[in-house]
């Protein structure tokens, strides 16, 4: 298996931008996770679905920040307008059963200049 | 409101000696504990877990300690290894069986192995 597949790697943007960053999970797992790092509040838990049905957006900063999971193979996470303040690392996780370890992607560097 | 704290920033290490990182939770829903070790440009990797009903599980060099009434948990990895050098996030979950999946995480520990 691949692993959890995030793109793009770095993401350069200027402020005011649509930025979109896409999830592929493990095939076969059944809940997915967004994940904000940075120095200041480590690692956040923005969303996560099951099933490919939002359970908890509590950690979505603000409205212009949202997440689709149109079908178990792929999630996209949006901004709009971005800003400086959104710099950081994107990660992507899945998890297949309940209790255990999720599997993180490599992350998305955000940069928004 | 950091619900999962790891208080040491950074921690460094002689080859061969024992690495202990430390890990306080405040929040008592916590039944489900974890560890994840994270390398520059990767994502945070499992690493090693215990559930609330043990006080520890060890697994080869790396051994994970509970105490409830403390709410505070450690990794032991022994003997320290150059390459165990990393970010070591300790993670927590309530209720792992129901639908409120979700893990919160520590900042992070930085860990360097010196040769």
Redo the contacts between chains.
Sequence with gaps: DAG?IQSPRHEVTEMGQEVTLRCKPISGHN?L?W?RQTMM?????LI?F?NNVP??DSGMPEDRFSAKMPNASFSTLKIQPSEPRDSAVY?C?SSLR??????????TRLTVV | DQQVKQNSPSLSVQEGRISILNCDYTNSMFDYFLWYKKYPAEGPTFLISISSIKDKNEDGRFTVFLNKSAKHLSLHIVPSQPGDSAVYFCAASAGSGGSNYKLTFGKGTLLTVNP
């Design positions: 959890v809940s996770f994940y509040r480590g690692l956040e838990l996560y099951n359970i908890d990660f996780a309940q209790g255990g370890g999720y599997t993180f992607g490599s992350g």
